[in-house]
């Protein structure tokens, strides 16, 4: 049973503790919390910090390319970045996010931001399907600029994150939108290899990962140079299916 003091980090109390004046916490040894879990998902949830950012840097585009540090605050992984103050995450730590509905929705609308930023949409929130935005040329253009540029670690980061925090039924859509850009229309070619290293092989679910091996393969041109999957079985698969 939780004491009082650990239900303060919880907001489904918030109004209880309204006008109440903040008083020293006491942790006892028999409590079962984490409570360094609790501050950090509630401060996921309300930090003013993220729902200000969703709402000034929205369209900000040079400050979003400019400024490094907000994408490991965006986007918690178990890895750690630039940005030293961001939490690295713990097993336990997105066990506990899994569960909790607002800050997965905090997290879509970071990933809505930055698709906009890179010239996406998400189309459907169900299937997890992203298209180009009405302005999409001139943030390819961006994104073009550099081969392994800080965007390519940052989308990698964010198909890492959304994997782990249990919005893996996005990944493989965005990794297919890339495959289907550098591959079959040409037009991200900085991205590339990024996609091919490490783009798809962030996918989790091994069925879906294998898809886009294969598309990829089918793809890729000169199909003899293609290194990211066994090519005899993959050669076999793709003229089968043609």
Known sequence: MESDDECEYDSTWEHKYENKTPRKKVFHK????????????????????????????????????????????????QEPGVNW????????????????????????????????FYGLHLANESTGEVERAPNWKDHFRNLNRFVYSHNNLRITRILKCLGTLGLKHYQAPLVKFFLHETLVVGHLQSLKQSVLDYFMFAVLDKSERRELVRFAFKHFKPQEQFVWGPKKFLSGEVHSKS
């Open 85 to 116: 103050r961001a939490h690295v995450l713990t097993k336990r730590k997105f066990q506990l996010f899994r569960k909790d509905k607002q800050a997965k929705s905090k997290l879509v609308k970071s990933y809505k931001l930055m698709l906009d």
């Open 30 to 77: 028999w409590s079962r919390r984490n409570m360094y879990a609790a501050r950090h998902m509630q401060d996921f949830r309300h930090n003013v910090h993220i729902d200000e950012f969703h709402q000034q840097w929205w369209g900000e585009y040079e400050r979003l390319e400019d400024v490094h540090s907000y994408i490991q605050w965006l986007f918690p992984i």
